[in-house]
């Protein structure tokens, strides 16, 4: 009985060992933290970072303003800017012929549509 018993272990402990040794993909996969740290580096790296990249891209075009450029509001008004009052931080924008509306600088982005077309 006590010789079974010293057997089993000894068999134990050879089986985990041959395991560690053989398979270390599956042992660093199968634990859930480890899995879960690979999942959010995959989504930094491909959620993430190229949002904050689109992010720094608009902010720099929205302190480069200049007068002339052709820009649509995030309400989806196309137009050219004619004036830029930095300190109220509102950029007018004229749609149509001497039509213009005052927007927040935040809300005016690059209008790539126009760009390509000239």
């Known amino acids: 009985m006590l010789t079974n018993l010293l057997l089993d272990a000894s068999n134990a402990a050879a089986s985990t060992e041959g395991a560690q040794d053989g398979n270390i ?3 660093l996969f199968g634990n859930p933290l480890v899995l879960m740290l690979v999942i ?8 993430i970072k190229p949002q904050q990249k689109r992010q720094k891209e608009i ?4 302190n480069s303003l200049a007068e002339g450029t052709s820009v649509f509001t ?3 008004i196309y137009g ?3 004036k830029i009052d930095l300190a109220n931080n509102i950029v007018e924008v004229e749609i149509a012929k001497g039509i ?4 927040n600088k935040n809300f005016v982005f690059k209008d790539d549509a126009s760009a390509q077309t000239k």
């Open 25 to 27: 993909f599956a042992m």
């Open 40 to 47: 959010f580096v995959i989504f930094y790296f491909f959620m």
């Open 59 to 62: 902010r720099n075009f929205q």
């Open 74 to 76: 995030q309400g989806g």
């Open 80 to 82: 050219t800017v004619k």
């Open 100 to 103: 213009v509306i005052r927007v």
